[in-house]
Structures are given as C-alpha cells and as structure tokens.
C-alpha cells in the first residue's frame, strides 16, 4: 500500500519520463502483468509489451508539450489522479489538450493497473 508521498512521487517519475520522451524511464516504472485502459481502447492492454508498443508508437506520432497533475488521492493500493496533459502533433504542429482521470494499483513501487477518464472528443479527431 503506496504512501501518498510515494504516489506523488511515482506520478512525478512517470510525468516527468514522459515530458522528457524517456520511454524506458517511463516503462520502468510498470509491471511485468500490467494491465491499461483508456477510452480509445475497446479491450484492455495487457502485459507490459504491448503497453510498450503504444507508449514507443506513440511517441512517434507526438511530442509530450505538458502535464500537470492537479490532485493525488491513495486509497489502499489505489491512487486517483486529476491531471491536464498536451501533446504537440510531430506531423502538423498542432497541438491537443485535455484534462483527465486517472486511477491506478500500485505493487512493490510499480503500476500494476491503470485506467484513464477523459474525453477523446476533445483531439478533435486527433486519434
């Protein structure tokens, strides 16, 4: 079970890999059985090689501009994030943002599970 300062401390790993493009910085931070939902995504990721895939895909298609993490809750081995990110689109310059939910197991110091909230309307078509 994650202290808060240990969740806070996890997010600000995981932001700032992130920002700085650092996908195996970012990937460390993950479990081997991890598993990922967002609302783009009709099944469930599972495993940490095909979260692996998205994240280096992703990577190719935008460049990470900011991401600032408003509240961190823990609640047992769970942690709720409220969070604004924006990307910048490599292929135009156009930017995207939004603002976001997310809630996460935390085992041995590594994100076990992860789930996002947010609105894919608001990339206006961007994904």
Same mark, same amino acid.
């Given at each position: 079970?994650?202290?808060?300062?240990?969740?806070?401390?996890?997010?600000?790993?995981?932001?700032?890999?992130?920002?700085?493009?650092?996908? #195996?910085?970012? !990937? $460390?931070? =993950?479990?081997?059985?991890?598993?990922? /939902?967002?609302?783009?995504?009709?099944?469930?990721? %599972?495993?940490?090689?095909?979260?692996?895939?998205?994240?280096?895909?992703?990577?190719?298609?935008?460049?990470?501009?900011?991401?600032?993490?408003?509240?961190?809750?823990?609640?047992? #081995?769970?942690? !709720? $994030?409220? =969070?604004?990110?924006?990307?910048?689109? /490599?292929?135009?310059?156009?930017?995207?943002?939004? %603002?976001?939910?997310?809630?996460?197991?935390?085992?041995?110091?590594?994100?076990?599970?992860?789930?996002?909230?947010?609105?894919?309307?608001?990339?206006?078509?961007?994904?």
């Amino acid at each position: 079970m994650p202290s808060h300062e240990e969740a806070v401390e996890l997010f600000e790993r995981r932001r700032k890999a992130w920002l700085d493009e650092d996908a #195996d910085a970012y !990937l $460390a931070l =993950w479990a081997e059985d991890m598993t990922f /939902r967002s609302p783009v995504h009709d099944e469930p990721l %599972r495993e940490k090689p095909a979260y692996e895939k998205l994240i280096r895909r992703s990577l190719e298609m935008v460049r990470p501009v900011a991401f600032t993490v408003h509240h961190i809750a823990v609640h047992g #081995d769970l942690v !709720l $994030a409220e =969070w604004d990110a924006e990307i910048e689109w /490599r292929t135009d310059g156009r930017r995207s943002a939004w %603002r976001g939910m997310s809630v996460c197991e935390i085992r041995d110091g590594l994100i076990t599970e992860w789930r996002e909230y947010w609105n894919p309307a608001d990339f206006g078509g961007g994904l």
